[in-house]
């Protein structure tokens, strides 16, 4: 499901555009929405390896969150099997 939109919602939706802005003109808005994405696509990753880089040369490690991240998921990992262990043979008898 796209945003709690159904089929027929999209359709309607669609339609709708078909009759605002005539057949002729979806190619061009299309092509217009996509260059668009691409440059704010673009200009994020430009923002991101500007801050890493930044980063860099301050000496902070820009890799704190993957080793953050990679701990939470050990921990969790170990705490899902004290739980599996636990509640393992109540759900046997059940």
């Given at each position: 499901m796209f945003l709690f939109i159904?089929?027929?919602e999209i359709f309607v939706i669609l339609v709708i555009i078909v009759m605002l802005f005539g057949a002729d003109k979806l190619p061009e808005l299309?092509?217009?929405l996509g260059k668009g994405m691409q440059q704010l696509k673009n200009a994020t990753n430009e923002v991101k390896k500007e801050i890493t880089d930044s980063a860099k040369a301050q000496g902070i490690d820009a890799d704190l969150t993957k080793d953050i991240d990679k701990e939470v998921?050990?921990?969790k990992n170990k705490v899902q099997d004290n739980i599996d262990d636990l509640t393992g043979p109540i759900k046997r008898n059940l």
């Open positions: 159904s089929g027929a299309a092509r217009g998921r050990n921990i």
